[in-house]
């Protein structure tokens, strides 16, 4: 590691959602200089600190754990013990057991908002962060030296110099389209309506997967007694499903997700989720890496999103090693990294997103066998199963735990 002075930072993370955040956690006591910029003020938090219900995988549970952030939860998580999948219309369920797998549990739900506000409280004991907030990027400019960032704070502008800039700035990079990498789309046309709900059946620690032509429907299991229920609905008919009152949605919900959990009682505040994938097609430009949300923005139905994301910058962080966190050799090392864990994940998440929506009679019978044999066939699940939990590829040391 070398100072070198005519760089502000060693390292600027663009972006203070959950990545970001966590990728700051990571680099606590590294040694380098690291800087971040996040336009959202404190007290309001980040966009993404927001009601969603995350299902955290065990390796990112591990991760967490690590970091000194899952201690800080104002709500413990919530196990998963067993998921239940199931499509409307097919024949086949399967019902995959942790304790089946040598697992207490697949891994646990927590709330964003009080996840985001663990890392908030992680991060303001990180004695050597920088923190550039409330303040907008409004322009990068590639350098082979060094990105030059600009930045808008308290009225004024900024200029910041980075040996290494990590674009973690979400599905709308700027950071990444400045340095000309595309991003291929792709809008599933469905909008995912979150909020809590009671049943008059207390979760068990199971989380259910059902799949519908309308889109995919999931409960699941919260502390307090309640669900995170999310259901996927067709873009058009979003608003009407949106503006319904809570009696409405609440037999809407039922209708969706039929009688597994119980009787719908009480149904939350509704939020709505236009659901776009958006891939981008490089991982770095010189002195560039991208990563979470800005790399990859998956559909929510595998609950991969933040599990990668936070893999990409366990990745980077353990990766970081020499005298220049930019360098290319550094930046090759991390693309070979992340390259088989987010080839397979996007293939997974993509798939499901997909294929569970077909309504072909072919993919019925399909599905239903598969689901079938899933839960039937000895070690068919396994690798499913590891995979869900985040042990693809590369895993990053700090989600390993005991695993
Ligand atoms: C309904 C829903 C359910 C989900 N469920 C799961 C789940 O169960 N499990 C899971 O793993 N994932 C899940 N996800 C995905 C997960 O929420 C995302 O993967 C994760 O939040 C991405 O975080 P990020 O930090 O990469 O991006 P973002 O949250 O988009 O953060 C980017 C940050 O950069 C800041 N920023 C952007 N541009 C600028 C700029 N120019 N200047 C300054 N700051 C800027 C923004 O303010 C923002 O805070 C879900 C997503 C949704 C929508």
Redesign the pocket.
């Known amino acids: 590691m070398v100072r070198d002075d005519a760089y502000d930072h060693d390292i600027l993370i663009?972006?203070?959602?959950?990545?970001?955040?966590?990728l700051a956690c990571a680099l606590d006591r590294s040694g380098w200089r690291v800087g971040q910029?996040?336009?959202?003020a404190p007290q309001a938090g980040?966009?993404?600190?927001d009601e969603?219900?995350?299902?955290?995988?065990q390796a990112?549970l591990n991760a967490l754990q690590a970091l000194d952030v899952l201690p800080r939860l104002a709500t413990p998580p919530a196990p998963i013990r067993r998921i239940h999948v199931s499509r409307a219309g097919d024949f086949g369920s399967v019902r995959l057991e942790a304790a089946e797998h040598g697992r207490e549990a697949f891994g646990a739900?927590v709330l964003?908002r009080e996840l985001g506000q663990a890392l908030e409280a992680r991060l303001s004991a990180c004695g050597d962060l920088v923190r550039h907030r409330?303040?907008?990027?409004?322009r990068v400019q590639p350098d082979a030296d060094g990105p030059v960032v600009w930045?808008e704070q308290d009225g004024s502008e900024r200029r910041l110099r980075t040996r290494l800039l990590v674009a973690?700035?979400?599905?709308?990079?700027?950071?990444r389209a400045a340095h000309g990498i595309g991003a291929e789309e792709h809008d599933y046309g469905q909008t995912?309506v979150?909020c809590s709900v009671a049943t008059d059946r207390a979760p068990d620690g199971t989380a259910y997967e059902r799949f519908s032509d309308e889109g995919p429907v999931a409960l699941?299991p919260m502390a307090g007694g309640h669900y995170g229920a999310?259901c996927g609905v067709a873009r058009e008919d979003a608003a009407r499903v949106l503006a319904l009152d809570d009696a409405g949605y609440a037999s809407y919900f039922q209708q969706r997700f039929g009688w597994r959990a119980g009787r719908v009682l009480r149904v939350g505040a509704r939020?709505g989720?236009p659901?776009v994938r958006v891939v981008a097609e490089r991982l770095t430009a010189p002195r560039l890496v991208v990563?979470?949300?800005?790399?990859q923005?998956?559909h929510?139905i595998?609950?991969?999103?933040?599990?990668?994301?936070?893999r990409?910058a366990l990745s980077l962080a353990e990766g970081l090693v020499g005298e220049d966190p930019g360098a290319a050799p550094v930046l090759a090392a991390y693309v070979e990294a992340r390259r088989e864990d987010r080839e397979r994940t996007l293939a997974f998440s993509d798939g499901l997103a997909r294929a569970t929506a077909n309504g072909s009679f072919p993919m019925h019978l399909l599905r239903s066998l598969g689901l079938l044999a899933l839960g039937h066939v000895p070690g068919l699940a396994d690798p499913l199963v590891a995979g869900a939990m985040g042990f693809r590829g590369r895993v990053p040391v700090l989600s390993r735990g005991g695993a």
Not at 46 to 49: D, E, L, N, R, V
Not at 52 to 57: D, E, I, T, Y
């Open positions: 663009l972006g203070g959602g959950l990545v970001g955040s966590a910029v996040e336009a959202s980040a966009p993404g600190f969603r219900k995350l299902a955290l995988a990112s739900v964003a409330p303040a907008q990027v409004i930045i973690a700035d979400g599905s709308r990079s700027l950071a995912l979150v699941l999310i939020g989720y659901i990563m979470g949300n800005a790399a923005t998956l929510p595998g609950a991969q999103g933040f599990n990668l994301g936070l990409d």
